[in-house]
C-alpha cells in the first residue's frame, strides 16, 4: 500500500528496460534475470526510515537501516555503525522529507536528496545513498548533509528519475584529490550510477553523484560543505 502511494505521489523519468544479469543463486551457480530500477521502493524506504525516526529515535533509525559499511560525517568520514552505538537518541528526533530520487536502470543503487528540520528550528538538506540488499531491501551506505539559511521548497510531488539502460558505461573521471584527502565512493552494480565524496583535512567535503544517459555521463549532483 505504501509503495502505491508513494508512486503515485512521484513524477517519474524511468526507463523500465532493465538490464540483464546474472544474479546470485546457490553455491556454484547464478540464475539470468533482468532487473529494474523502481523508485518508489526507495522513497518508501526513505520514508519508512523518517517514520523509524520519530518512532524509536533518531540514531537507532540511522544504526537499524544502514549497511555494515555505511559511512557518515561528522566531519571526517566514520564508519556509521561504530560511530551511532556511542550516541544517545536525541529527546527529539530530527525530522526529513525526501524531494528527489535517482536510481541506476538496474535498481542496484539509487540516490535521494532532500530537507531537514531540527526541533531547535534549524533546518538543511541532505544527500543519502542506497544499495538494494539481496532480499530486495534497501539500506543506506552513505549519508551526508548541510544546514542552510532558507529552507528547501517542497515539491509538490518527488522527483524520480533513473539512468539510461543503454550502451556500455565506462567508469566516470574520478574527482582530483589532494594526498591528504579522505575519498569514498561506490558505483552501482551495472555501471550506471556512481558516487563519490572527497574530504579535506578541514573537514570540507565535495560531494558528486554521476549518471548514465546511455552515452556518457550527467552530474546528478554537485554539492560542496564547508568546513565547520
Known sequence: MLAALVLAGCATNVNVQGRRLNLEGPPGREREGILRADPSKVVAAELAFARLAQEKGQWTAFAQT????????????????????????????????????????????AVTKGAWQRPDGSVGYFTTVWERQRRGEYKWVMDQGDTLAQPLAAPEMIAASAADCGGQPTPPADLLAGPEDQIRAGTARDGTLRWQVVVKPDGSRRVIVRRWDGSAWRDALDEQVAAG
Not at 71 to 97: D, S, T
Open 66 to 109: 544502514a549497511t555494515d559499511n555505511a559511512v557518515m560525517f561528522v566531519p571526517q568520514p566514520v564508519v556509521a555503525r561504530q560511530w551511532l552505538r556511542r550516541q544517545a537518541n536525541p529527546a527529539q528526533a530530527v525530522k526529513w522529507q525526501p524531494h528527489q530520487v535517482w536510481s541506476s536502470c538496474d535498481g542496484s543503487m
